[in-house]
């Protein structure tokens, strides 16, 4: 056999060797999807969706009424997720994050909430920083602004979300894990109330350079159910709330809910992207699914604390 003939033969064998690899994940799919029931195939958007929130939601109610720890390690998952999802979004729009040191900032802040309480926010941020600016001085293409993304994905999504534990520690178990649902419920309620009365009645646009589909007709009907979803919180044994001012501080979380959802909306918008990610089939990333529950975390423990319905803890 002549080298010609012979770098040809191998030549052909590498092409189906690629075509055999590229074809993998599509009979993968296939296999799978020939094994999935029939009631699953072809499923809607709207199934999808609702499938996809169902999951999020058993988890997260499980995660918050367990234990401190699977608080933590719940709060540290999404906060390094939702950073991670937040630094492809810039990466979207030409900056340069340090991805690995925005997660791991971002991942400790709920651990260090949780370990040392506000002390151990302080020590992380110091940490943090520290971090980034070694890095800035050693990789001469980043710029300072590469810097302060990378500082702010992790404030944003870990050091937001930590305000959660000092809410679970602010009475005795398991009403701590109580009050977090609550709120969590305050926040997802809120969002299926304006969704499905916005779609419906929503003729004055909310945001329209920064969200078209949110109306103040879907506005008003989410903040009346989370100011209904609140009154719960009276009757949660360690917090002093009657329900007048649980319903005042019910619209006012599931205002900062919707800034918090308008924020990330900006941000998208900002960058030219649709979703966040694809993490969550139906819903994009995790990021569009938690945007709101950032500002309403810490919205939700200044009301309850400047109220006087819970005692301040250290941690």
């Known amino acids: 056999m002549s080298s010609n003939s012979f770098e040809a ?3 052909t064998r590498g092409q189906r060797a690629r075509r055999a690899v590229s074809n993998a994940p599509h009979k993968a799919k296939q296999v799978a999807y020939e094994k999935t029931p029939d009631r ?11 499938r996809t929130g169902v999951v999020y939601v058993l988890v997260s109610i499980l995660a918050v009424l367990a234990t401190d720890i699977t608080t933590v390690v719940y709060l540290s998952l999404v906060s390094g997720i939702c950073a991670g999802e937040f630094y492809y979004m810039m990466r979207a729009d030409a900056k340069l994050p340090n ?8 991942v400790a802040y709920p651990v260090a909430m949780w370990l040392w309480g506000l002390t151990g926010i302080a020590l992380v941020a110091v940490l943090h920083m520290m971090a980034l600016f070694i890095w800035y001085v050693y990789w001469m293409r980043a710029r300072v602004g ?7 994905g992790a ?3 870990g050091m937001l979300l930590s305000s959660l534990i000092l809410l679970r520690h602010s009475v005795p178990d398991p009403w701590g894990g109580v009050i977090l649902l609550v709120v969590f419920c305050s926040i997802w309620f809120n969002d299926a109330a304006a969704y499905l009365f916005g779609s419906k009645f929503g003729k004055h646009k909310l945001a329209p350079r920064t969200s078209p589909k949110k109306s103040w007709e879907g506005l008003i009907a989410g903040l009346v159910v989370s100011g209904g979803v609140w009154c719960v919180m009276s009757f949660i044994p360690g917090v002093t709330m009657p329900i007048p001012m649980a319903i005042l501080f019910g619209v006012l979380c599931g205002g900062a809910g919707v800034v918090g959802d308008l924020a990330e909306s900006r941000i998208k ?8 990610g694809t993490i969550m089939p139906g819903h994009g990333g995790l990021l569009d699914r938690c945007d709101s529950l950032f500002f309403a975390s810490v919205a939700a423990y200044i009301l309850l604390l400047i109220g006087g319905c819970i005692p301040y803890v250290a941690v």
Do not use: M
């Not at 918008?269 to 966040?276: A, E, Q, T, Y």
């Open 40 to 50: 699953f195939k072809n499923a809607t958007s709207l199934q999808v969706r609702f």
């Open 269 to 276: 918008r900002n960058v030219g992207v649709k979703d966040s």
């Open 99 to 106: 991805e690995t040191i925005g997660v791991v900032g971002a």
């Open 9 to 11: 033969e191998e030549q």
């Open 155 to 157: 404030g944003y999504t």
């Open 146 to 152: 590469d810097v302060a993304i990378s500082f702010f």
